[in-house]
T-cell receptor, first 114, second 113 residues
Framework: NAGVTQTPKFRVLKTGQSMTLLCAQD?????MYWYRQDPGMGLRLIHYSVGEGTTAKGEVPDGYNVSRLKKQNFLLGLESAAPSQTSVYFCASSGPGQVYNEQFFGPGTRLTVL | DAKTTQPPSMDCAEGRAANLPCNHSTISGNEYVYWYRQIHSQGPQYIIH???NNETNEMASLIITEDRKSSTLILPHATLRDTAVYYC??????????????FGKGTKLSVKP
């Protein structure tokens, strides 16, 4: 099993450009999450999904959109990138059911917005 | 805001036990204590979790005080590869939280040879 994979690993954007980050998991997990981590800080939740076709806002959702069209994929979109969105983005997934299970994290995407 | 308080940094000698404290004085009855760690530049990794009993797995032990207001993560024989930032997280498994983790700044553990 590959676990949680993220594409791309690195990206440099100019202000105003758009992009989509892809997260894929092969563990048949119901829940998926997008976090961002700024230097010297802990992770902050952007959006999450409790199942295919459903998404919800996390702590810092502004400037981002997400979609969960397939159970194994969770996409994070930046419609008009800003320098404040320079960060490392982590995707995670966790198991089914109403009781939380451990989250499995991807390797991260390092995004720089100039 | 994170519901936990951790020291910003700690050192440990290689081969010795690393004891990482965490205060969670406002923890409620249905909230668990979870520990994750993040090795430099990687995604966080789950270590262990507990409710009120002490827990042990192949990575670590978790000691929770009887009043549940604090806990200690113990790495019994720290190695250089255990150098990481360790996050103590309190989370309710019910009430619609959906397992959302709230990370504080954690404790940066440096294991020295």
């Amino acid at each position: 099993n590959a676990g949680v994979t993220q594409t791309p690993k690195f990206r440099v954007l100019k202000t105003g450009q758009s992009m989509t980050l892809l997260c894929a998991q092969d563990m048949n997990h119901e829940y998926m999450y997008w976090y961002r981590q700024d230097p010297g800080m802990g992770l902050r939740l952007i959006h999450y999904s409790v199942g295919e076709g459903t998404t919800a806002k996390g702590e810092v959702p502004d400037g981002y959109n997400v979609s969960r069209l397939k159970k194994q994929n969770f996409l994070l979109g930046l419609e008009s990138a800003a320098p404040s969105q320079t960060s490392v983005y982590f995707c995670a997934s966790s198991g089914p059911g109403q009781v939380y299970n451990e989250q499995f994290f991807g390797p991260g995407t390092r995004l720089t917005v100039l | 805001d994170a519901k936990t308080t951790q020291p910003p940094s700690m050192d440990c000698a290689e081969g010795r036990a690393a004891n990482l404290p965490c205060n969670h004085s406002t923890i409620s009855g249905n909230e668990y204590v979870y520990w994750y760690r993040q090795i430099h530049s990687q995604g966080p990794q789950y270590i262990i979790h507990g409710l009120k009993n002490n827990e042990t797995n192949e990575m670590a032990s978790l000691i929770i005080t009887e009043d549940r207001k604090s806990s200690t993560l113990i790495l019994p024989h720290a190695t250089l590869r255990d150098t990481a930032v360790y996050y103590c997280i309190v989370i309710s498994l019910y009430g619609g939280s959906q397992g959302n983790l709230i990370f504080g700044k954690g404790t940066k553990l440096s294991v020295k040879p």
